[in-house]
């Protein structure tokens, strides 16, 4: 976007210096080149926005822009009038008008819109959802449940959107289908379109069906509420009942992505339009890292969303494993990190030297012989450029008939690489991963016969290639494999913890499959094998974001009268912190993983589903903490909709948030903060705790025990932090603190950031 903008001004200025003949023609399109999209927050009109007619708002936000423009102007100026998720709206402004707004009376500031990016089967049976039995048939698969999706479009007619044993959607829905009539069904029972920079738009309707013609809506949709599909296999791999995590819930698809991103105004549109037609939960796998929750359009979205009850689950960013790489921060947003399953599409590299290393690839020809090629490392010759096998890098290496290792990263695509090998002649690929990718490989539908390893084996391979004169190698492909004791891991890409927004928040909140993820595609996923397919396998918090949509549309049928927050408890909560092995979750260097790779832990829905407890948050709530976060009364006020005085409002620490879990930042002075529980069990209940103290930290807890005789009591206790003495000199430490009855642990992760 920012791209095409500096193309057209420098296009332009380059007509005009050569032929000024032509200024005349161009003059126009160059003052609207100078326009941009501003998102523009003001203050509330007297009664409110929700219940004034569309034009009444429209005309209200009009009186902003520039007098000088004829109303039919400013009409078309104005791109979106927000009702719901903002006190403000979206228009095409230059920057002198954007300046000459802010002595309007009501304006509260004005940004040119952020373009964001995409965080880009078998997963509900890894999760334990069985189709016959247990929590999934109990929460009647998410039934009546509406999931709204903000992202590329999607593909109606494909098999994982058929209605089939699906009821009409509900009395309160409101949505639209923007496709031909019979597209839309009782399992897709909305589809929009908001793109105002993809072209023209008269009053933000874009005339556009909102189609997918880059897979990851389609994908992410089916994921989160795909229905039954047999026989799902992509390349004959993975090949079972597909089916998404609540295959009974209703979808409404919000196209705000397009091939330039994912504009502000779009997201806000598409958020303000899913709360009016009445979605259950917003599922967005998107974002554009960490900022101010004012200047935050998701977490400003968000924050209206689930005031009105509705669940938000977002993508935690693929910007890991380095600290601090986050989107989507906000603590009223469930934050979605990624992990394996324990599913691997197995391709070994098998070595001249009998040594063998097992890696992965989702393209498994099966004519591929087994006998020894001979062995090239790309980069031999010292050049970087081919040690990442750059387009064109191999052209004058010999790499004929040969096998080739490639290094990843150098910005160059996975399978690119694989084509920069077969077009130099290269018969096959060993893909070895870089350090900072560790052990985290990833099952791509390579061009040719490939596989990628872990920089471990890659370092071995390279070892061996420079230990003999004729080193040999080939990939002996294992296809799919089910029952990977170490998995879920955290994978490297995953975004991590601390956040930068509210450090005294712990995020992500929780991890849930999103490596080597089976879900629904719309074109024909093309390979040299001339297998075709309506399913593809794809990675990304993208794809951990929409499991755990569905998990709180689950748990949203089961439990009706939950809040967005006690949902989000409930999967905090009750969040696994073993492997299918019973060890310690690891990271992507086979490490235990720390508080800031996985918060919580993975998901598991069926445990979510009966959590004990509950840490309950109520709209209000967020005051103080906001307050506390040390934000303007106008910026408090522009996220919570209405006037706030902050020094009217009992401001507090982030950490004293009744969030389910503790990031406590704490100096030589000890900090005290208290949590209320509700208890959501039957009968009468006895909670002991059970501590783990973060090293160099006191922890004490009071009350030792707190007693329920009936549902929905609370009872509130206390923990005080103190740092001790020694000191191991770690920038953080980390454990955790438990209420543990009969029938419930009620797990709260703890982490220490020393100041
Ligand atoms: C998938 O499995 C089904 C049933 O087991 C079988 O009939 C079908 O041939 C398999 N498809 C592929 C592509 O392996
Ligand atoms: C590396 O190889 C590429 C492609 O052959 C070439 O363009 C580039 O100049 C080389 N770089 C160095 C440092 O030799
Ligand atoms: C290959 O061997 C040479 C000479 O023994 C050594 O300098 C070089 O570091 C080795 N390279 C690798 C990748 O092991
Ligand atoms: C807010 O300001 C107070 C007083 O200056 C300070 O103690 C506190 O750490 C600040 N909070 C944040 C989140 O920056
Ligand atoms: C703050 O409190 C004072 C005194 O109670 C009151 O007069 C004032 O209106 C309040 N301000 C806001 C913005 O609520
Ligand atoms: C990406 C890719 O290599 N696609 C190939 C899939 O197979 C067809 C038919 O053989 C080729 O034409 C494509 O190039």
């Known amino acids: 976007m920012l791209q095409t903008m500096v193309a057209i001004i420098v296009s332009l200025v380059l007509m ?44 209200f936000y009009q009186s902003f822009l520039p007098v000088s423009l004829s109303s039919a102007d400013r009409e078309q100026r104005l791109v979106y009038s927000y009702r719901n998720v903002v006190n403000g709206f979206a228009a095409k402004l230059t920057a002198e ?3 000459a707004m802010e002595t309007k009376e009501g304006f509260v500031s004005a940004h040119v819109q952020k373009i964001l990016s995409l965080h880009t089967t078998h997963t509900p049976n890894f999760l334990g959802l069985h189709q016959n039995l247990g929590f999934w048939k109990q929460s009647n698969f998410g039934k009546g449940v509406i999931i709204g999706v903000l992202d590329t479009g999607i593909t109606p007619g494909h098999p994982s959107f058929s209605d089939a044993g699906m009821p009409p959607p509900p009395a309160k829905w409101k949505g639209k289908c923007e496709f031909d009539a019979t597209a839309c069904n009782n399992k897709l029972i909305g589809a929009r379109t908001f793109q105002t920079d993809s072209k023209p738009t008269s009053g933000g309707v874009a005339a556009d069906p909102p189609t997918d013609d880059e897979g990851h809506g389609t994908h992410t949709s089916s994921t989160a509420a795909g229905n039954f599909v047999e026989g799902a296999s992509v390349f004959g791999q993975a090949n079972g009942t597909a089916s998404g995590i609540a295959p009974l819930a209703h979808l409404a698809m919000y ?25 259950d939960v917003l599922s967005l796998s998107l974002g554009g890292g960490s900022a101010p929750f004012y200047a935050d359009s998701i977490a400003m979205g968000a924050f209206s969303a689930t005031q009105k009850g509705i669940f938000v689950s977002c993508s935690a960013g693929n910007e890991g494993p380095s600290y601090g790489t986050l989107s989507n921060e906000a603590p009223w947003i469930l934050t979605v990190g990624a992990s394996t399953v324990d599913r691997i599409f197995l391709a070994s590299a098998q070595l001249g030297n009998g040594k063998g290393y097992e890696g992965e690839s989702i393209f498994q ?43 990843r990263g150098g910005g160059i695509g996975r399978i690119d690489k694989g084509q920069t090998v077969k077009d130099a002649g290269g018969v096959a690929m060993i893909l070895m991963n870089d350090e900072l990718n560790g052990y ?123 809040s967005p927050a006690a949902i989000k408890s409930a999967i905090m909560t009750s969040a696994d912190i073993v492997n299918l092995g019973g060890k310690p979750i690891i990271d992507q260097n086979l490490l235990p993983a720390d508080v800031f790779a996985v918060g919580s832990g993975h998901v598991n829905p069926s445990k979510a589903n009966d959590p004990g407890l509950i840490y309950d948050i109520q709209s209000d709530d967020y005051i103080p903490y906001l307050c506390g976060l040390n934000y303007t009364d106008q910026e408090v006020g522009s996220i919570v909709q209405r006037t706030v005085s902050c020094s009217n409002e009992s401001s507090i620490p982030e950490a004293q948030l009744n969030y389910p879990s503790f990031s406590i930042i704490l100096g030589s002075t000890p900090q005290t903060y208290t949590r209320t529980v509700t208890y959501v069990g039957q009968g009468n209940a006895i909670y002991n705790f059970e501590l783990v103290s973060p090293e160099g ?8 025990q707190i007693m329920f005789t009936g549902t929905n009591q609370k009872a509130t206790y206390s923990v005080t932090f103190t740092k001790t003495q020694k000191s191991s000199g770690a920038a953080f430490s980390q454990g955790y603190l438990n209420w543990v009855s009969g029938l419930h642990t009620v797990r709260s992760p703890i982490v220490v950031i020393f100041e």
């Open 16 to 59: 005009l210096s050569l032929s000024p003949s032509m200024a005349v023609t161009v003059d126009e399109t160059e003052e609207s080149s100078l326009l941009s999209t501003y998102i523009v927050y003001v203050t509330k009109p007297e009664g409110g926005v929700n219940s004034m007619q569309s034009v009444d708002l429209d005309s």
């Open 97 to 99: 008008e954007a300046k």
């Open 255 to 279: 196209k705000v992505c397009g091939g330039a991103g994912c504009a502000e105004s779009d997201i806000l549109a598409g958020m303000d339009t899913a709360i009016d037609d009445g979605a």
């Open 365 to 407: 020809p099966k004519d591929f012989p087994s006998t020894q090629l001979p062995l090239v490392y790309s980069g031999a010759n010292g050049n970087e450029s081919a040690a990442v096998c750059a387009a064109g890098s191999l052209s004058s290496s010999d790499v004929q008939g040969k096998i080739v290792l490639c290094e």
């Open 440 to 562: 985290s490989t990833l099952a791509d539908p390579h061009v040719l016969p490939a596989t990628h390893v872990s920089f471990a084996a890659g370092t071995s391979i390279k070892a061996y290639i420079n230990s003999t004169s004729s080193p040999t190698a080939t990939v002996v492909f294992r296809g799919t494999v089910i029952g990977k004791k170490s998995a879920p891991e955290v994978t490297s890409f995953s975004s991590r913890g601390p956040s930068f927004a509210s450090t005294g928040i712990l995020k992500p909140d929780i991890i849930g499959p999103g490596v080597n993820i089976l879900a629904a595609w719309p074109i024909s996923v093309e390979n040299n094998t001339n297998t075709k397919s309506t399913f593809n396998v794809i990675s990304g918090t993208s794809m951990s974001c929409p499991h755990l949509s569905g998990v709180a549309a689950l748990l949203k049928g089961s439990h009706p009268d939950w």
């Open 697 to 704: 930290v006191d922890v004490t807890v009071k009350p030792e």
